[in-house]
């Protein structure tokens, strides 16, 4: 698979970044003067503008390489979006996109430290340890902050892990009885696709989470909730079939990527 790459710092792009949404209303005149009206999901899709200066030769080179194997606006690539949560319903764990195991009880409705009901209990009914789980079609050897505010009654520690290939990385999270943003910033020396968030739970641990969120970059943002739609847009193609660069001094390049990202097959 082919993905939108990182720079050397970790960090996706530049900032400011520029983005556009643009969505379709298809609209039929009948007979009798009315109009019915329908979206048109298909022609849903985000335009992007990401400006860069001052890039090293070998970010420079990440670019153009990308460009040349997706042959201009040929072919899709994944882009990550760097003010997104990369994890889909980031508060409702009953849906198909966490895997929960099967001791792990799960109560919604919880108070959150944002003052809100969208906080779950996670309750580790087993005698092993418990997890909730999402996975998400991006580079495992990505730079990845993984973030979540915890609280729980009776003094505890969780895991949070991120995993690709078979290798994991752990962070042991001491969780009391104030909210707590957890974060861990890593990667995975591995060239496969697809990497996994999970929580794991001691054995009879009861915890309140909130916010999971997965970014691509070395520190967390914002929390940002998401539904059915989150920040990795798979089918992403360049906007122009030239890309053009600016040498200011030796290392140091300048240009504007223009890309388009299709959304119709996220919703």
Not at 24 to 36: H, K, Q
Not at 79 to 84: R, S, V
Not at 146 to 165: G, K, M, N
Not at 223 to 243: M, P, Q, W
Request: glycine share 8%.
């Amino acid at each position: 698979m082919l993905y939108y790459p990182q720079l050397t710092s970790g960090a996706p792009c530049q900032f400011p970044v520029k983005t556009r949404t643009r969505l379709r209303t298809v609209s039929n005149e009948i007979p009798g003067g009315g109009n019915i009206r329908m979206s048109d999901p298909g022609a849903a899709a985000v335009r992007w503008q990401l400006q860069y200066v001052g890039l090293t030769d070998g970010e420079r080179s990440s670019i153009e390489q990308l460009f040349e194997a997706a042959e201009g606006r040929l072919t899709t690539f994944t882009f990550l979006d760097p003010t997104d949560n990369l994890l889909l319903w980031s508060e409702d764990y009953t849906k198909s996109v966490w895997t929960v195991d099967p001791l792990l009880q799960v109560a919604a409705g919880t108070v959150d430290p944002l003052g809100g009901n969208g906080a779950v209990q996670l309750t580790n009914t087993g005698q092993v340890p418990q997890s909730a789980k999402q996975s998400i079609e991006a580079a495992s050897w990505f730079q990845y902050c993984l973030s979540v505010y915890l609280r729980c009654d009776s003094p505890t520690e969780i895991q949070l892990v991120l995993s690709a290939a078979g290798q994991e990385l752990r962070s042991s999270i001491p969780v009391g009885g104030v909210w707590s943003r957890a974060t861990k910033t890593a990667s995975i020396p591995s060239n496969q696709n697809g990497i996994s968030f999970r929580l794991e739970l001691p054995a009879g641990a009861r915890v309140s989470v909130f916010g999971a969120q997965m970014e691509p970059q070395l520190a967390p943002g914002n929390y940002k909730k998401t539904l059915d739609r989150a920040g990795v847009y798979s089918r992403t193609r360049f906007d122009s079939d030239s890309l053009s660069m600016t040498t200011g001094a030796p290392n140091q390049h300048s240009c504007v990527v223009n890309l388009v990202s299709s959304i119709s097959e996220l919703t």
